[in-house]
């Protein structure tokens, strides 16, 4: 068979767009079929055998359901729960944004102290600090529990963020190191001629050339906070202090199953680090990886 | 050797000071010391649903641990996991990775959607299965169904064996992104030449992939396995919400209970805290060895490599 070169070039994008679809259905399937789900009414989604795969009224009650009533989910409870989306919302931001944004701070004027500095220990400090990335956390959050127990920070938005932020370091001084070993360091070295201080340095000079790395530590901060489960798991009691992946798991094991309800508390749970994985993705990869690709 | 960086002057003390005593402070207080702390309570017999000041009791609660048969059940499932999912994750990775370093309209795209996964909360990935895989209403079942494949409806997570098997499917479709995006950089540092090369001698197609693509990306292969195994080890958040029960306090479904589960099992539900201490460094003396290459390797990118 003879295709000539444009039939061959043909052939071969009709091949990889069959594997892409392939791929895109094994990636996003899921998350096609619960958005589905959370705007279905119950009795589409309850139909055996399901074959509409997209509901005829598409509705937003669900969504309303769960900011408003709650108490479904745990019907012969003992908390009410109709608040627990919007204060599992209002603690997800807060600790997401406020772990960020001091670890990208703390990262960065470390991070020019690594790359740029000479000071006795520096080696050993880093290393120290890189350690904890394989560390397997339960070795430290056993004791940490009761620490922070003495300490009076369980069940705190304060407490979170202090544990946040101590984990965010490794990878995002690791981050910010490379990142200012990038910039070239003559115009470093020519602000310290003119007897520039550090501060002075770091603040009109490093800061302003370090933006994109910075960027790319607050995000993957923010993401890593908002996914984490294991640490609110432990370290938060109430709502109070539970964020949305703890909301989530309490709406999961109630003695009422509403699919459709509990569908919708998941889309919202993912619609932040869905967006930023879609907007910022460039940023998060770079940060995710460590770098190693850019 | 630059000026001006063999002496500290006052006020490099001074910047040094502020922005690592408060890096330094956080890390012995939240790690370094809880860690050290942990070890001192694994050699005790601190359980906090009895009311008894803890006594000392040496290694027993290491000892008590690896003669017991749930411990070794439980690191067999981990490590059944781990063995199951890396395989799984690199063919993936693999395939994916080959495709999106072919030249097509629309890449950009497909590459940004295929990610997503890896970037969505873990228990938010074990729910979104857990429902795909729901024997009543699940999608998995009125798509086969409509299909023809199934005659009736199945329920994919009720047999123990298969719970596994779940599991590793759902860990590989939360992490195969990363090991994407390795394998992905090393495929398009391979030169062209290579190739066109090879195409020249009249190799095929497949024996290029054999004998050019694999070993050229053996190094990658490594990195993505030295991090996916830590994960694959440490897993957690998808089995809470996948099949695990996932209420907290509430009995957890031993079928899937991994080393981290059970840790968690130990010290926040049963309150053994000496034992489940003792259980901490256990996983930590099992992830050691692969931990250190990985801790090594980025310590030679970061402080040395100037």
């Given at each position: ?188 070295d020519a602000a310290r001629v003119d007897g ?99 | ?111 940004t959607l295929t990610l997503l996964p890896w ?188």
């Amino acid at each position: 068979m003879n295709l000539g070169l444009r039939g061959q070039e043909r052939l071969r994008l009709a091949v990889i767009y069959v594997l892409c679809a392939v791929v895109l259905i094994w990636a996003l399937a899921p998350i096609y079929w619960v958005a589905v789900s959370s705007i279905s009414t119950r009795q589409e989604l309850y139909a055996r055998p399901y074959k509409i795969w997209f509901p005829s009224q598409p509705t937003l009650e669900s969504y309303q359901t769960i900011f408003t009533q709650g108490a479904k989910f745990r019907s012969g409870g003992f908390s009410p729960t109709a608040h627990l989306m919007g204060t599992g919302l209002r603690n997800s931001v807060i600790i997401s944004v406020a772990s960020g944004g001091i670890v990208t701070l703390m990262a960065t004027g470390a991070g020019y102290a690594f790359a740029r500095m000479e000071f006795r220990g520096k080696n050993i400090i880093f290393l120290l600090i890189m350690l904890m990335i394989p560390l397997p956390i339960w070795v430290s959050l056993i004791a940490l529990f009761f620490l922070m127990s003495r300490l009076g920070l369980v069940d705190t938005l304060v407490g979170l963020i202090l544990i946040f932020v101590t984990l965010l370091l490794p990878l995002s001084v690791w981050l910010m190191t490379t990142f200012v070993r990038d910039i070239p360091s003559e115009i470093q070295d020519a602000a310290r001629v003119d007897g520039a201080d550090r501060w002075r340095l770091v603040y009109s000079i490093v800061l302003p050339l370090a933006r994109p790395g910075m960027v790319a530590v607050f995000l993957v901060s923010m993401l890593t906070t908002w996914n984490n489960f294991l640490i609110p798991l432990i370290f938060t009691r109430s709502d109070d202090s539970q964020p949305l992946t703890i909301v989530l798991t309490l709406f999961i094991g109630q003695y009422e199953v509403a699919w459709e309800d509990m569908s919708a508390a998941a889309v919202v749970t993912m619609l932040p680090p869905f967006l930023m994985a879609l907007f910022f993705q460039r940023y998060l990869v770079r940060g995710l990886t460590m770098g190693a690709v850019k | 050797m630059k000026p001006n960086t063999r002496r500290i002057s006052s006020s490099d003390s001074l910047y040094l000071a502020v922005v690592l005593l408060p890096i330094i402070l956080l890390i012995a207080l939240f790690i370094y010391y809880p860690a050290v702390d942990t070890f001192g309570q694994s050699l005790t017999n601190r359980n906090l649903r009895i009311r008894r000041p803890p006594k000392p009791v040496g290694l027993a609660n290491y000892v008590k641990l690896i003669e017991d048969d749930e411990f070794r059940e439980v690191t067999g499932r981990s490590f059944k996991v781990v063995i199951i999912t890396l395989p799984l994750e690199m063919a993936v990775a693999f395939g994916i990775a080959m495709l999106l370093n072919q030249r097509f309209p629309g890449r950009g795209v497909v590459r940004t959607l295929t990610l997503l996964p890896w970037m969505l909360p873990g228990v938010v990935n074990g729910f979104l299965w857990g429902w795909l895989l729901n024997g009543e209403y699940g999608a998995l079942n009125g798509f086969l169904y409509q299909l023809g494949l199934i005659q009736e409806y199945q329920y994919w997570l009720r047999e123990p064996e298969h719970l596994i098997f779940w599991v590793t499917v759902v860990q590989t479709w939360t992490r195969y992104a990363f090991p994407t995006i390795i394998l992905l950089a090393g495929l398009q540092s391979i030169p062209d030449d290579l190739y066109d090369a090879a195409k020249v001698d009249g190799a095929a197609a497949i024996a290029r992939v054999r004998f050019i693509t694999i070993p050229l990306l053996l190094p990658s292969f490594g990195i993505a396995l030295v991090v996916e195994f830590i994960a694959a080890f440490q897993i957690f958040d998808v089995i809470w919400t996948l099949t695990a029960g996932g209420s907290v306090g509430g009995s957890m479904n031993p079928f899937t209970k991994t080393l981290m589960l059970y840790n968690y099992e130990l010290v926040f539900r049963d309150l053994r805290v000496g034992l489940g201490a003792a259980l901490s460094y256990i996983i930590l003396l099992m992830s050691l060895a692969v931990g250190l290459i990985f801790v090594m390797r980025v310590y030679n990118q970061g402080v040395q490599e100037q």
